[in-house]
């Protein structure tokens, strides 16, 4: 139940947002991301993001095996505050570890999902501080906001990554597109999974 589940995108679990790979600055209202790992769904308590696309990177509060997340958006009456609502959006791991890159590379199936990256400063910015870690795409979903008894949506990563055992410290989430507003409000993201032992 992704209601119960523990979230490790949490700033009260320990996670925090990382500057360098998260998009923008944000206004005064508006001025930290982690609006976004503390969900509230009051009406303009949100991450806003001043176009339509961006990206939030986060240090998750410790490494998991990622089973699934989800994207909250407040209840609105209007479809302009509807509009803002993320829409789709690719999840992104960056893979550390010896062990962990090598049961990627031992899972054929799991190849292709590297071949594509998140936007060039993100990749670069990780590549420096770990020159052999790379993102791995861990799943492509839309969000939709029409439905007000299911504000919260929760999706899986996919199958494979899930059976590969691989785990994650650093994910970023890719808004690719929202609904039709010039601006993207992101009022929670929660991260679920199973916590990796050290």
């Given at each position: 139940?992704?209601?119960?589940?523990?979230?490790f995108?949490?700033?009260?679990?320990?996670?925090?947002?990382?500057?360098?790979?998260?998009?923008?600055?944000?206004?005064?209202?508006?001025?930290?991301?982690?609006?976004?790992?503390?969900?509230?769904?009051?009406?303009?308590?949100?991450?806003l993001?001043?176009?339509?696309?961006?990206?939030?990177?986060?240090?998750?509060?410790?490494p998991?095996?990622?089973?699934?997340?989800?994207?909250?958006?407040?209840?609105?009456?209007?479809?302009?505050?509807?509009?803002?609502?993320?829409?789709?959006?690719?999840?992104?791991?960056?893979?550390?570890?010896?062990?962990?890159?090598?049961?990627?590379?031992?899972?054929?199936?799991?190849?292709?999902?590297?071949?594509?990256?998140?936007?060039?400063?993100?990749?670069?910015?990780?590549?420096?501080?770990?020159?052999?870690?790379?993102?791995?795409?861990?799943?492509?979903?839309?969000?939709?906001?029409?439905?007000?008894?299911?504000?919260?949506?929760?999706?899986?990563?996919?199958?494979?990554?899930?059976?590969?055992?691989?785990?994650?410290?650093?994910?970023?989430?890719?808004?690719?597109?929202?609904?039709?507003?010039?601006?993207?409000?992101?009022?929670?993201?929660?991260?679920?999974g199973?916590?990796?032992?050290?």
């Amino acid at each position: 139940d992704s209601v119960t589940s523990f979230d490790f995108a949490s700033l009260d679990a320990g996670a925090y947002h990382l500057p360098p790979i998260t998009s923008g600055r944000g206004s005064a209202r508006h001025g930290s991301p982690d609006q976004a790992l503390t969900p509230t769904l009051d009406e303009g308590d949100c991450w806003l993001l001043p176009q339509p696309t961006g990206h939030l990177g986060i240090r998750l509060a410790s490494p998991i095996a990622i089973t699934h997340f989800s994207i909250e958006h407040a209840v609105m009456l209007t479809m302009n505050y509807q509009r803002d609502a993320p829409r789709s959006m690719i999840l992104w791991g960056f893979l550390e570890g010896v062990s962990n890159i090598g049961r990627f590379r031992a899972s054929p199936q799991l190849r292709g999902l590297s071949y594509s990256q998140p936007a060039m400063e993100v990749t670069e910015t990780c590549k420096k501080v770990n020159p052999d870690g790379f993102f791995v795409e861990l799943a492509h979903v839309s969000y939709g906001p029409f439905d007000e008894n299911n504000n919260r949506q929760t999706f899986p990563v996919y199958p494979d990554i899930h059976a590969a055992g691989l785990d994650f410290g650093i994910v970023v989430l890719e808004i690719r597109s929202n609904w039709g507003a010039n601006s993207t409000c992101l009022y929670g993201f929660r991260v679920h999974g199973v916590r990796v032992e050290l």
